[in-house]
């Protein structure tokens, strides 16, 4: 071998020694506060289980902010983050405004850890932690979050507008958007599931109550007399922002499998919950998630924790955030 075979054998162990260097880096683990804060998942926890004990509710809103978070630049609390004037946050982009909720938890939790332990725990795995306890106490499984996260700089409300899945959404549209955020079909079947609490505005179905489509006004999917109780608690017209329905009626705080039985009984109250009807192969999936309830909690803890990586911050990258609201000066 001549020297310059040596060499570049060399270098190239020191690339690879190195990029595992910055992947071992870019990875989350669980534990990671064990040191630097040994109290930092129970206290977030403290914090959660005092707003759920009154607003139970609040669990399904933790849920879907950790999943707003996710799919809009990556689980970097970026959803967290408070419009400016010259900026229109995440937050109040139409999906995320009036409807996301339980920033409230988030930040007695963060002022919390500021004063346990200052500049160390992120508003992203804060929201992490949150979302999980959440789930736990609707009586989802127990998982541990792997954190690390780091705090983004950017929220922009067009950026929520053209990533999250709006409720008109079909089975194909579904997929594809899930697809380019490295989630498969299934994982968007089972993170559906999240649908088996809480709740929504009139507006998100009403199109399926009055406008379907030019030949007929009502969706033919949707179970006619369902239909009948929707529509006397949204009239058609109506933009009162302060009515609310569940979304699994049966038990709306209970994170078991009724969603899916919704579904089965045409009792999915968006496009996008009875879309998952249209092909064989996920109308499957949507019976086996209703029967075998133990393996729905089981992928769903899997695909959750997935979503929490999504393009996540690590290392030095981004920041810790010292108030969740406010990009640090
Ligand atoms: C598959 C595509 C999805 C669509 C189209 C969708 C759409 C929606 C809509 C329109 C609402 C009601 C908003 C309102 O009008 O108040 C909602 C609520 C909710 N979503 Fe989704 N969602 C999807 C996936 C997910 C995922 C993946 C999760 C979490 C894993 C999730 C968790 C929730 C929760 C917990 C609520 C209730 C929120 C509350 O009660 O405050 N959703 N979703
Ligand atoms: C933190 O401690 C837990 C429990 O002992 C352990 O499972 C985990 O691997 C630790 N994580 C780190 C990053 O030290
Ligand atoms: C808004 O203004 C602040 C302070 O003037 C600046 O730091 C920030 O970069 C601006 N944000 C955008 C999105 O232009
Ligand atoms: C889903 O919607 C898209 C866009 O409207 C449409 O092109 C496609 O044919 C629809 N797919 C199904 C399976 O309905
Ligand atoms: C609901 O209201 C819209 C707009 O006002 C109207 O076009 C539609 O025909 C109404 N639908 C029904 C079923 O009354
Ligand atoms: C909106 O709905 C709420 C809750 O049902 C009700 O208390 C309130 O009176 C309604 N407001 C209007 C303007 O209809």
């Not at 529509?231 to 979304?247: D, F, H, L, R």
């Amino acid at each position: 071998m001549d020297l310059r075979k040596v060499i570049n054998v060399f270098l190239a162990f020191v690339a690879i020694i190195l990029s595992s260097c910055a992947t071992s880096n870019a990875q989350l683990q669980v534990g990671f506060y064990n040191r630097s804060c040994p109290l930092a998942e129970s206290i977030v926890k403290e914090e959660v289980l005092k707003a759920l004990y009154d607003d139970p509710g609040l669990a399904a809103g933790l849920v879907r902010l950790h999943f707003h978070d996710a799919f809009v630049r990556g689980a970097d609390g970026s959803v967290l983050i408070d419009s400016t004037s010259n900026n229109t946050a995440e937050k109040d982009a139409p999906p995320n405004n009036p409807s996301l909720r339980g920033f409230e938890i988030i930040d007695a939790a963060k002022s919390r850890l500021e004063t346990e332990c200052k500049g160390i725990v992120s508003c992203a795995d804060i929201l992490a932690f949150a979302a999980r306890d959440s789930v736990l106490y609707s009586m989802g499984l127990p998982y541990a979050v792997p954190s690390g996260r780091r705090d983004g700089r950017v929220s922009l409300a067009s950026e929520a507008m053209s990533n999250l899945p709006p409720p008109f959404f079909n089975i194909t549209q579904l997929t594809q958007i899930f697809n380019g955020k490295g989630l498969s079909q299934e994982e968007m079947i089972t993170l559906s599931g999240a649908h088996t609490i809480g709740r929504s505005h009139c507006s998100s179905f009403s199109n399926r109550l009055y406008n379907f489509n030019s030949i007929v006004s009502q969706d033919p999917s949707l179970d006619p007399s369902y239909a009948e109780q929707l529509k006397t608690q949204c009239p058609n017209g109506s933009t009162n922002a302060s009515i609310v329905v569940p979304m699994d009626p049966n038990t709306p705080t209970k994170f078991d499998s009724n969603y899916y039985k919704l579904i089965l009984a045409n009792r999915g109250l968006f496009t996008s919950d009875q879309t998952l009807m249209s092909t064989p192969e996920t109308k499957k999936q949507v019976q086996v998630n209703a029967y075998v309830p133990l393996y729905f909690q089981l992928k769903f803890r899997d695909a959750f924790v997935k979503l929490g990586k999504i393009g996540v911050l690590t290392g030095n990258q981004g920041e810790i955030r010292i108030n969740c609201r406010v990009i640090n000066s």
